[in-house]
């Protein structure tokens, strides 16, 4: 492991610690205790420690596999347990067991405030924060503890553990010990412990010579720290930020600049797309005066064109101009006939339609077919009945196009 400063935050003085200073090897080179800002060891990773007294660790069981509504329902599932209102602590759910159940650290958010503040005002940015007792080296399935001075601290799992009087140590194994009910551990061992505790539950115990420095540098290099950091949600620092966002810069770094080259490309195309529309326009308007020297000015020159040519082929005569020459066509068909007559004739849009009288439906149909077999013009009858010795008819005459 790299080297480490170790900074143990006193009970009730959050601006006072005891720092050690561990090797790569996980020994103790140095320690002592001074306040915050005189602690020595600048430059190595920093692991604050916090009273274990002052934090409550605990675990609860919510049955939902969401992380967002476990997160809402730990202080409802934990207020039994509570002596402050829920607005006042800092909730911070660990890793789910196997068993289901989900280890909890609450802390006030004052005394989060205080230990912060007080860090922040030396100078210091620690890379973990954690209980006191989550540094303790693991054993298997044993607990492990140290008496130090005059508290002991006892870590009985992975993010669980406590911490008390060290006169009060068989009081507080028989209470764990009672709560463990069926899943005992298999020893207890606790570093510094002058005597055998007299214990209610039949569990080995063992006493070793390590002092609380040395406990807590070996379960620090061991990689024994609890996953129950505390500085989450409103806790987290920037520089936790920036570190969660370091390795996404790269790639952030790479999408930004293929979105300005795509950019530039699009902005690009776009105005070389603009330049030649703009020649086309003025192309336009020069042939459009040279075709039509006699316009005063131009507007919407396409449609201006596309006008103009087909006045000249005749494509917007008057409606007036197509029922005359529709009549110049058919009139020459019914002058001088006495097989039939013109009773009356409408012009409705395209469309001619012929009312008549004649002498047989024979006579209507030869007049039907010579004006269909004319070219520009296309004939259907659309009634015909006797009456009288005649035949009334209408003939639809419709004009070709050329």
Known sequence: ??????????????????????????????????????????????????????????????????????????????????????????????????????????????????????????????????????????????????????????????????AGEAENLAILLDAALEEAGDAPPGHILIDGAEETPELAHDVPFSAGQRDAARALAAGVAAGGLAPAELRTGAYTSSSDRRAWLRPWIPAAALLLTWIVLDTGQLLSERWQLQQELNTLDTRVEELFFDVFPDANRLTAPRQRMESQLNRLRGGDRPAGDDLLDTLLLVGPYLEGEDDFRLTGLSWRGDSLELELRASSLQRLDALQQTLDDEDALAAEIRQARSEDDEVHGRLLVRRQPS
């Open 1 to 162: 492991m790299n080297p480490t400063r170790i900074l143990r935050l006193q009970p009730g003085a959050p601006d006072q610690a005891q720092w050690i200073l561990v090797d790569r090897d996980g020994a103790v080179e140095q320690q002592g205790e001074c306040a915050l800002d005189q602690v020595a060891g600048n430059g190595r990773d920093l692991v604050v420690l916090v009273p274990s007294e002052e934090v409550l660790l605990a675990s609860v069981n919510v049955p939902t596999q969401s992380r967002q509504k476990l997160i809402q329902a730990i202080p409802f599932a934990l207020e039994d347990q509570l002596t402050s209102d829920i607005e006042d602590l800092h909730f911070v759910p660990g890793t789910r067991q196997p068993d289901g159940s989900c280890p909890v650290a609450v802390v006030e958010h004052t005394r989060m405030r205080a230990w912060l503040d007080a860090l922040n005002d030396a100078g210091l940015a620690p890379m973990r924060m954690v209980p006191d007792v989550l540094a303790l080296p693991r054993q298997g399935d044993a607990w492990t503890g140290v008496i130090d001075g005059q508290r002991v601290l006892v870590r009985t799992g992975a993010s669980t553990g406590f």
